[in-house]
């Protein structure tokens, strides 16, 4: 499974699907299974970051070496379990658990405020000043010490951080959101 030359049996397909909770239908990871192809120019079973990087809406995005660090060297099984997480049947706690995991920059199982702020050079890069960040963050500091802010169902307090590990479990009886 993954090279360009060989081809996906019925327990292959089935193997996907429980891998990826079964978010795609047989017919989506036959699809998803040939764009992988087409990625893997090299027939090597997984897809590179460089790879990654030839799909211009890819490589455009402000979140790409983020991305990167998550997807460089996926096998199409994990391929298609990273991208179940932008299915439309996923859970919000599944949703939850990539938007954390994007912005968890020093990948240390937590949400700092300078992983926000670096999300955030990221995401305005040119287009805006380090004088107009850095009055961003004054502010954006001052609201986040007096405010609780609240994701599903969990507390969230900062300057602290958010440790996920717990949060998105509890999530997963929120009532649903749309992400």
């Known amino acids: 499974m993954g090279s360009a030359s060989s081809m996906l049996t019925q327990y292959d397909i089935e ?3 429980e891998h990826c909770n079964h978010l795609f239908t ?3 990871i036959v699809s998803l299974y040939k764009r992988f192809c087409q990625l893997d120019r090299n027939a090597k ?3 590179s970051a460089d790879e990654f990087l030839s799909v211009p809406e890819f490589a455009m995005n402000p979140l790409s070496q983020r991305l990167l660090k998550m997807v460089d060297g996926l096998n199409f099984k994990d391929f298609v379990a990273f991208l179940s997480a932008f299915s439309a049947k996923a859970t919000v706690p599944q949703k939850i ?3 954390f995991k994007v912005y968890d920059s020093d990948c240390n199982g937590k949400v700092t405020f300078n992983d926000l702020n670096e999300v955030l050079h990221d995401l305005t890069g ?5 004088k107009q960040r850095e ?3 004054r502010s954006t500091a001052a609201v986040i010490a007096t405010t609780k802010i609240v994701v599903p ?3 969230l307090y900062f300057p602290d951080c958010w440790d996920a590990s717990s949060d998105i479990r509890k999530a997963d009886g929120a009532e649903q959101l749309k992400l």
């Open 135 to 137: 009055r961003r963050k």
């Open 97 to 99: 658990e990539i938007i």
């Open 26 to 28: 047989q017919q989506e």
């Open 15 to 17: 193997e996907v699907q």
């Open 126 to 130: 040119s287009f805006m000043s380090e």
């Open 153 to 155: 169902t969990a507390s």
């Open 45 to 47: 079973g997984f897809i």
